[in-house]
């Protein structure tokens, strides 16, 4: 237990003061009777209703002591959500750019998009990894954070759903992609940081080098796994034909296998080329065996109001006094 306000408390000290202050005030302002001969009254001795009304003042005092202490707000903790637990610190960086389009994955026989192929694998290998930190980062010729660090993989999980191709200018910023997952994980506790950076393409937008990225990744030991996605030679590719309906007509993307090999080399981290669903769901099984590291997740404490436990009693009391000091106790001046 705890009080919000403890400073609150120190009013306490001075409900002595104020007791002894009306019991001289009310000694002074008490009716008295004179008799010509004390000695009548030596022998009497105050009953136990005259001892009790004297003494109401203690009732009082004691439910002011009761409200003082509602006033400093008592609360128990009813859910603390500090959690340990063992997991890497990963940041998901997907390519989002048009060769993303390319319709050369299946997803349960169905002919999808690579992105929506990635998205796919992606959302399995969360699911997997229920203790690791993953973040995300949307990349084409600018990279954005579509999400950060996080052990709440449902929102992890909505915020992918919403990653698009066309959100971003066209174009491919790998060097980008590594600077803004770096971003993300140089303040990280964990022992692991691993940066898994996917696409199609070649490096072809963005002020910063892709091998710049991966020697500071290196500084910050940060091991990058790249993956390369994609069929080699002609992939089909969706475009509007001269009546406005969508087809498939067979488009050369190339993917820049030498820089992203350099990329996992500079890191100690790994290259995987994935052809179809299939070897991108292999890829990301192999990934998903990285040693696990203790972290720590801290969250907010939930507390519980106590003060109606103290503030009824209070008035009990002083029901209590104003009914003793109207009936049984009942002074007459």
């Known amino acids: 237990m705890r009080f919000a306000d403890p400073w609150v408390l120190v009013l306490c000290l001075l409900v002595p003061l104020l007791v002894y202050l009306v019991r001289k005030f009310d000694s002074k302002m008490h009716g008295s009777f004179r008799f010509s001969d004390g000695g009548l009254i030596g022998s009497l001795k105050p009953s136990f209703r005259a001892r009790m009304a004297g003494r109401l003042i203690y009732l009082r005092a004691a439910a002011l002591v009761l409200c003082i202490l509602a006033a400093s707000r008592p609360q128990s903790i009813t859910e603390e959500t500090k959690v340990y637990t ?92 590594i600077s803004a997952a770096l971003n993300r994980l140089k303040d990280a506790a964990a022992k692991e940081k691993i940066i898994i950076l996917l696409t199609d393409g070649r490096n072809n937008a963005g002020r910063i080098s892709p091998l710049a990225a991966a020697e500071a990744a290196k500084v910050l030991g940060v091991r990058i796994y790249t993956i390369g996605a994609g069929t080699e030679g002609l992939a089909p590719f969706p475009v509007k034909d ?46 998903d065996k990285l040693e696990k590291t203790p972290i720590e997740e801290s969250g907010f404490n939930i507390y519980r109001e106590l003060f109606p436990f103290v503030l009824i009693p209070a008035f009990l009391l002083l029901l209590a006094e104003v009914v003793l000091s109207g009936t049984l106790l009942r002074r007459i001046p």
């Not at 001269?242 to 990329?263: A, C, K, S, Y």
Request: charged share 30%; with cysteine.
């Open 86 to 177: 063992e997991g890497v610190d990963i940041v998901l960086a997907v390519d989002s750019s048009s060769s993303m389009m390319a319709m050369d994955f299946e997803v349960g026989k169905k002919r999808v998009t690579r992105l929506d192929a990635v998205k796919y694998v992606v959302s399995d290998f969360i699911v997997k990894r229920p203790d690791d930190r993953i973040g995300m980062i949307a990349f084409a010729s600018l990279a954005y954070t579509v999400c950060p660090l996080t052990l709440d993989h449902d929102w992890l999980e909505r915020n992918l759903e919403r990653v698009k191709i066309g959100m971003i200018e066209d174009g491919t910023a790998v060097g980008s992609a």
């Open 242 to 287: 001269m009546f406005g309906n969508t087809v498939l007509r067979p488009v050369q993307i190339d993917i820049d296998e030498r820089l992203l090999r350099e990329i996992a080399q500079v890191t100690d981290g790994m290259y995987f080329r994935a052809t179809d669903t299939q070897s991108l769901e292999n890829i990301y099984a192999e990934i």
